[in-house]
T-cell receptor, first 110, second 113 residues
């Protein structure tokens, strides 16, 4: 069964808007939470990652929020741009293996 | 430029045939991974290797085999035992150790004729 649940499956946002993707996990041994961005026909690229000793991490327009007690984490894309249109995957790891969410396809309308 | 090269980009297999997917990296990474990607299911781990001459099964290893004879190479064989091989296959690498960021190649799309 999927160890990381991701929602929504897809979302559409206007240029300049905020995209929010949520993920939840059950395994309390997870202690590393990366997000990947994937364009069609390409491999995923690491976007940003967080460890559970912080509640928020920001890199440019991308922010991860982490709630350890709720076992949830989310990606916020601020000021969304058409070039952000891609599929985003959350993931979690407690060692050598990454468990991925099912992905969210983000479409940014100009 | 350092990176991960997967070849070929598209591959076709006849029923009953084994096929081998290539993955080469020049990032000097010790660890390498193979994932399978299907629509709506994210990425699932097939095999991974932390060092040369050693590898472990992932979550969906049945019908697949790997070898790790060189640090820079981690080929994946999709055997005839894999009943549903049509998928997008992704190779990744990382530094050895706990929770290291993984870097991906651009994948091989395998289809059954």
């Amino acid at each position: 069964q999927q160890q990381v649940k991701q929602s929504p499956q897809s979302l559409i946002v206007q240029k300049g808007g905020i995209s929010i993707i949520n993920c939840a996990y059950e395994n309390t041994a997870f202690d590393y939470f990366p997000w990947y961005q994937q364009f069609p026909g390409k491999g995923p690229a690491l976007l940003i990652a967080i460890r559970p000793d912080v509640s928020e991490k920001k890199e440019g327009r991308f922010t991860i929020s982490f709630n350890k007690s709720a076992k949830q984490f989310s990606l916020h894309i601020m000021d969304s741009q058409p070039g952000d249109s891609a599929t985003y995957f959350c993931a979690a790891s407690g060692g050598y293996k990454l468990s991925f969410g099912a992905g969210t396809t983000v479409t940014v309308r100009a | 430029d350092g990176g991960i090269t997967q070849s070929p980009k598209y591959l076709f297999r006849k029923e009953g045939q084994n096929v081998t997917l290539s993955c080469e990296q020049n990032l000097n990474h010790d660890a390498m991974y193979w994932y399978r990607q299907d629509p709506g299911q994210g990425l699932r781990l097939i095999y991974y290797s932390q060092i040369v001459n050693d590898f472990q099964k992932g979550d969906i290893a049945e019908g697949y085999s790997v070898s790790r004879e060189k640090k820079e190479s981690f080929p994946l064989t999709v055997t005839s035992a894999q009943k549903n091989p049509t998928a997008f296959y992704l190779c990744a690498s990382s530094l050895q150790g706990y929770n290291q960021p993984q870097h991906f190649g651009d994948g091989t799309r395998l289809s059954i004729l």
